[in-house]
């Protein structure tokens, strides 16, 4: 399928444009350490495609919890006391610029987790690009998690285009995947915890070892 340049680009949050060091911290804080970050954040991923395997659904911050009791052994205070940290998450550095980018050329810019509500807020007005930013959409709204189908669906619906005049750019192979198979134009970054594309899930449209790269890629697309 020939891709063409979008109307919408919908960035994932969590890693892609949130920093996670300060949930690292938190970690160490509650008497963990902060390497364990990616076993924590990975397991939470798995925890929560296990529950859409089976069927169940819970929300984010639920799985994360939970991870961070398996891995750590910590008690469930000092397990809450973590997950408050993803409410102080700040930017990249590579995403001021990107989104600019877009809003310069007259592309909208949106967010789509399915993390907890408020977590990109926080962030993104943090690090002052929350301006740039139409909507910021989690599908914790409609109880799905990405990479179902319907979650990106779901966000394409309510920026009332077509799945074809969005693209997500993410740095998880998984959610490129899931958001190519609803029908979207995908953007990988290479910059954050994945190194390359997992190539057993196909190949992005786009990809760039920075958010930046990546949005010049996009636009440089065909348009419609």
């Known amino acids: 399928m020939t891709r063409t340049r979008p109307d919408v680009v919908a960035f994932d949050v969590n890693e892609t444009v949130l920093d996670l060091s300060p949930v690292g911290a938190a970690l160490t804080e509650q008497g963990s350490s902060a390497d364990v970050l990616p076993a924590v954040f990975s397991r939470t991923l798995a925890t929560g495609f296990a529950g859409v395997a089976v069927g169940s659904w819970f929300p984010f911050r639920a799985a994360f919890e939970s991870s961070v009791a398996q891995v750590t052994g910590l008690p469930a205070a000092r397990c809450s006391a973590v997950a408050d940290s993803f409410m102080e998450l700040s930017p990249h550095p590579d995403v001021e610029p990107a989104m600019r980018r877009l809003v310069d050329a ?24 929350a301006v740039l930013v139409e909507r910021m959409l989690t599908s914790e709204s409609i109880r799905a998690w990405k990479p179902t ?18 693209a997500l750019v993410a740095a998880h192979s998984w959610d490129v995947a899931g958001a190519q198979h609803a029908g979207l134009t995908t953007g990988f970054t290479s910059g954050r915890s994945e190194k390359v594309f997992a190539d057993v899930l196909g190949a992005p449209d786009v990809q760039g070892s920075t958010l930046v790269e990546v949005v010049d890629a996009l636009l440089a697309l065909p348009p419609r």
């Open 149 to 166: 189908r319907e979650a990106y669906l779901w966000a394409v619906g309510v920026c009332g285009v077509a799945p074809e005049q969005v």
């Open 106 to 129: 007259g592309v909208r810019v949106v967010t789509l987790s399915h993390g907890s509500p408020g977590v990109a807020e926080a962030g993104l007005t943090r690090g002052g690009v």
